[in-house]
Nanobody, 122 residues
Framework: HVQLVESGGGSVQPGGSLTLSCTAS????????MAWFRQVPGNERVGVAL????????YYADSAKGRFVISQGNAPNTVFLQMNSLNPEDTATYYC?????????????????WGQGTQVTV
């Protein structure tokens, strides 16, 4: 049973920073792609950042470029999202996602597993 667990959400003042963490368990191989999405009630879930775990290649939504950094942890299937210069428009529930394949782009339809989400309030 694969499980993704996010942590690190919370409340922060505008201009502040937060780092989200995601750890996957129950999967014996490495996910080729891990990503962060976010969702505001009443809106669709949108991609924020993606990392290809075998190459460390990263992709960012325009809203995240220059402010957010996605990275891998030393443990397999662990990913972080460092968020800087946060503003109220970043308020959302943030979800970690993982894909067995190499995903190009931030469409949520390509991901196999999802976490329960962690709330970020700015």
């Amino acid at each position: 049973h694969v499980q993704l667990v996010e942590s690190g959400g919370g409340s922060v003042q505008p201009g502040g920073s937060l780092t989200l963490s995601c750890t996957a368990s129950g999967y014996t191989s490495r996910f080729n792609s891990m990503a962060w999405f976010r969702q505001v009630p009443g809106n669709e879930r949108v991609g924020v950042a993606l990392i290809h775990t075998t190459t460390d290649t990263t992709y960012y939504a325009d809203s995240a470029k220059g402010r957010f950094v996605i990275s891998q942890g030393n443990a397999p299937n662990t990913v972080f999202l460092q968020m800087n210069s946060l503003n109220p428009e970043d308020t959302a529930t943030y979800y970690c996602a993982a894909a067995r394949t190499t995903v190009f782009g931030l469409s949520d339809k390509y991901y196999d597993y999802w976490g329960q989400g962690t709330q970020v309030t700015v």
